[in-house]
């Protein structure tokens, strides 16, 4: 048998801002405030499904330069351009990290600056 992964967490400096962000791309909904400033999301059907749930924990650290791990997504009901201006308007923002110009995705930054990829929709192979 073999793990998975079960949920993300994410240090931030203002968890609720996040959530509402994050909550808005992913079609997530609060699922949890344990009482010690974070916020739980995940997916309308809850814990314990195929995606995990992403954990927004308060800290008063400075960011780090460049965050080890980001997420990748990709729209599920509309094409790229207007999976972007949707994330734009949400408050997303376009990150420099070097790109060429030429790839097939756009980086961008939440409202905290933590980076993902807006991807091409994927075929599901299954």
Do not use: Y
Not at 67 to 72: A, N, V
Not at 108 to 118: S, T
């Amino acid at each position: 048998m073999a793990c998975r992964i079960s949920e993300l967490v994410l240090e931030c400096r203002d968890p609720e801002l996040l959530a509402r962000f994050w909550c808005e791309v992913l079609d997530f909904v609060v699922l949890d405030r344990p009482g010690d400033g974070s916020v739980e999301i995940g997916p309308r059907e809850g814990f314990g499904g195929p995606q995990p749930t992403i954990i927004l924990s308060p800290t008063d650290d400075p960011p780090r330069a460049k965050s080890r791990l980001h997420l990748d997504v990709n729209a599920t009901d509309r094409d790229q351009d207007a999976e972007l201006a949707r994330l734009l308007a949400l408050g997303a923002r376009p990150a420099d990290v070097g790109q060429t110009g030429q790839e097939s995705w756009h980086v961008l930054a939440d409202p905290e600056g933590n980076e993902f990829c807006l991807l091409r929709t994927r075929l599901n192979p299954l």
